[in-house]
Antibody, heavy 120, light 106 residues
């Protein structure tokens, strides 16, 4: 069964960092790009960036440059999203998702989402 | 950046109705458009890719059409499980989502 399983909910203070994991199973991890998408409570979907699990290459939306880092560990088929210098408005669900077939493609498999709450 | 605008933002309909949701792109995206369904507390689910291609396992009651800047998602006969929020997404240049259309029971 093809799936992406994410790590559990996190509560962090402003200024802290958090790392969310996304473990792939049921397919060859290096065959599909992994994307990260953010959704604030009650709001829409916002694409953040992608990683090529094969090369490790990344691309980010301009607004996330410098405080978001996407990495991967191919030995355990896992991608990571690290958020630094957290602010209250970073409270959101963070989803990983897989590109269907090629880099420029729709997202056919999604993780269940990880809620990151930033609270003092 | 390519902006995606969905209409309506909210749609009230009854079981058995045929409904259409529209998505407009701020510039031409060819047919690089997808539609997703999202239910409360769940991740989005891919319904349609490349504007009109039905994803495996998705009911044939869903269909998509369009090219360039205007696209539609049609649900032919609403079932109770269809009441959810729907998003379009362009992937011609990076990825951008529409703001969503909430489909409610009338």
């Amino acid at each position: 069964q093809v799936q992406l399983v994410q790590s559990g909910a996190e509560v962090k203070k402003p200024g802290a960092s958090v790392r969310v994991s996304c473990k792939a199973s049921g397919y060859t991890f290096t065959d599909h790009y992994i994307h990260w998408v953010r959704q604030a409570p009650g709001q829409g979907l916002e694409w953040m960036g992608w990683i090529s699990p094969n090369s490790g290459g990344t691309n980010y939306v301009e607004k996330f440059h410098g405080w978001v880092t996407i990495t991967r560990d191919t030995s355990i088929s896992t991608a990571y999203l690290e958020l630094n210098r957290l602010r209250f408005d970073d409270t959101a669900f963070y989803y990983c998702a897989r590109s269907r077939e090629r880099i420029g493609d729709a997202f056919d498999i999604w993780g269940q989402g990880t809620l990151v709450t930033v609270s003092s | 950046d390519i902006q995606m605008t969905q209409s309506p933002s909210t749609l009230s309909a009854s079981v058995g109705d045929r409904v259409t949701i529209t998505c407009r792109a701020s510039q031409s995206i060819g047919t690089w458009l997808a539609w997703y369904q999202q239910k409360p507390g769940k991740a989005p689910n891919l319904l349609i890719y490349k504007a009109s291609n039905l994803e495996n396992g998705v009911s044939s009651r869903f269909s998509g059409s369009g090219s360039g800047t205007e696209f539609t998602l049609t649900i032919s006969s609403l079932q109770p499980d269809d009441f959810a929020t729907y998003y379009c997404q362009q992937y011609n240049t990076y990825w951008t989502f529409g703001q969503g259309t909430k489909l409610e029971i009338k």
